[in-house]
């Protein structure tokens, strides 16, 4: 594979214009101290600051039953490519709406100020195109939550540097936000997406350097944020970072390819077929679009697939993945299930799960298991399952801790090996009901290992 083709451009955090927002959120104030009615009959006096408009200037009522679209287009066309434009508290009945490249749109906050989809089955209620728009604190809500009905996206965007911030998206749409296939440097900060109708909380199609970061997404119909890529150049450097991503029927985060990509510090939780899933968008060719070297750090990851018996964390067709300082409890079946090679278990923490704290299965080589604290699994009942359960070849096994500490006796071996050519050092075994080590593959060094 060539460099990557697309370079990383973060976009800078706090956000430009300082003194520009500043001035907006003196308006939002100002219209919160006036009394945050929802439906107010007065129009807000005309901003006079230039290249901010108000939409009540504009004709914009905001009482929930007007349509409201011609008044924020004309806003929109006011305040021109790079301005902003802001909604007082109330709800603002609409159309699809495209901003202009490099415009803010700002509500008094993400409840106060809604946008209220009232066009049948459109594509986006808010686009974003060209470069550098920002949507914040508004709520994105919808009239028509039965397909076909429902709009695909609450925000669609195309293009580099687009934000959303501090928002708040109802269960109405398809998707919740929607990054399109080679955007770059696209995401989605602090927002709250209550489900969806059919698809996942986020979406990032294709696309480099976006990023989801400390937002609250929950009760998808499918995954709470999936990772496609289309092409073996896909999703490049993706970062999913300080999420609560929970009660999704699909995976708290799907991951189908992608290079250099991070997951950490995000609480995965209740999560119906696994917490966190990494695999390839073909199956039966994962070639097409291999994910490698990416990292899944110090999550949080509780009850997953509890009826559908899920892992955690599953990878298949993936290679080279950290995997680190993560805990993993109450998943349906395992904690950790490694399907392919390469990857590095290191000081991860899977307990209390239905079957085996961490699995690795056949054909998988070079695997590196350190230090990791397996315990008290087979939660389903006595013998149930493992610690560390491995299978394959060529892997290091070394430092790690599988015991049970239960009064009453259920995990029933520390490790078990079906592997070859491996070499498995100085692991603490203790306490499981059959014994500490069951070696039943070839090959294997076993040293300094106890219980």
Known sequence: MSGNPNPPRWPAAPLSRRGALARLGSLAGAALLA???????????????????????????????????????????AAGPGGMVFFPPGTYLTGALTMLPGQTWSGASRRGSQLAMMERGARSLVAMEGADC????????????????????????????????????????????FIYEQATSCGVVDTEIDGTVGAHCVEINQSSYCFVERCHLRNSLHNGVEIYPQAEDGCYGIRVVGNRLENCVGAGIAMFGGHGCLLDG????????????MDAVEPRRPELYPATDNRVT??????????????????????????????????????????????????N??????RTGIVVNDFVTGVTIMGNQCNDNSALGPEF???????????????????????????????????????????????????????????????????
Request: aromatic share 4%; hydrophobic share 30%.
């Open 385 to 451: 399952g493992h610690g560390i359960s491995v299978a394959g070849s060529a892997h290091t096994v070394t430092g790690n801790v599988c015991s049970d500490t239960r009064p009453v006796k259920l995990q029933e071996y520390g490790m078990v090996l079906s592997c070859s050519d491996s070499v498995v050092t100085g692991n603490v075994l203790s306490g499981n009901v059959r014994g500490g080590l069951f070696d039943g593959g070839q090959d294997n060094v076993t040293v300094g290992n106890t219980g």
């Open 349 to 354: 923490n899977c307990t209390l799960n239905g």
């Open 298 to 347: 110090n999550n949080l990851i509780l009850n997953s697939g509890v009826d559908s018996g899920g892992f955690g964390l599953w990878m298949v067709n993936t290679t080279a993945t950290l995997v680190q300082g993560n805990t993993v409890s109450g998943s349906g079946n395992g904690g950790i299930y490694a399907g392919s090679s390469l990857h590095s278990l290191i000081a």
């Open 134 to 177: 920002t949507l914040r604190d508004l709520g994105l809500t919808t009239r028509h939550r039965e397909l076909p009905d429902a709009a695909q996206h609450a925000v669609g965007m195309t293009g580099t540097g687009h934000r959303v911030q501090s928002c708040w998206i109802d269960t109405g749409f398809w998707w919740g936000v």
């Open 35 to 77: 009394g945050c009615d929802s439906s107010p009959t007065e129009p807000e006096p005309v901003v006079t600051e230039p290249g901010v408009r108000d939409v009540r200037a504009y004709g914009a009522k905001g009482d929930g039953t007007t349509d409201d679209t011609r008044a924020i287009l004309s806003a929109r066309n």
């Open 266 to 277: 995000n609480s995965v939780v209740g999560n119906q077929t696994h917490g966190i899933l």
